[in-house]
């Protein structure tokens, strides 16, 4: 059966995303989740797409909404946060899906430690996009636009 088109991005941030503003400003800047969202509604809606944000610490409850997402969303962006090195359960629940996943981070992951140099989510998705800071979710947003427009 034919995949229903809605032009519905899911945003999924993993642990600590929530805050953002006060963590390590050095590293992630100050702006908060709830600005970068609100920067996303705009641009969403300037390209004629819906975005949905969530927030969550739990591994387990990022991997239900990747396996729920197929049935609402016609595309993922995932900020996993530190699963993102970890997380082969992350990894498992891209690769089960028929949506096509955008990575995201705020840091350059390249540029710090050796242990957040490799992603788990980079194996599967469609793409990465790292080191703009807020402003890389976006760029991920007309990534996806690209990808429903042209796929
Ligand atoms: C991050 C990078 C990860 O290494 C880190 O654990 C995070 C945030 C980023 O957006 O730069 O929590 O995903």
New binding site residues.
Partial sequence: MEKRMTNKVLVIN????NLLGKREPD??GAETLASIEDKCQKRASDLGLTVEFRQSNTEGEMVDWIQQAEDNFDILII????Y??TSVALLDAIKATLTPVIE????N?HQ?EEF?HHSFISKAAKGMI?GFGGFGYEMALDAANSILKND
Wanted: aromatic fraction near 4%; charged fraction near 10%; include cysteine.
């Fill in positions: 993993g642990p600590n995303l590293i992630y900020n996993a946060g530190a993102t090195h995201v981070h705020l840091s992951i710090r957040r790292c």
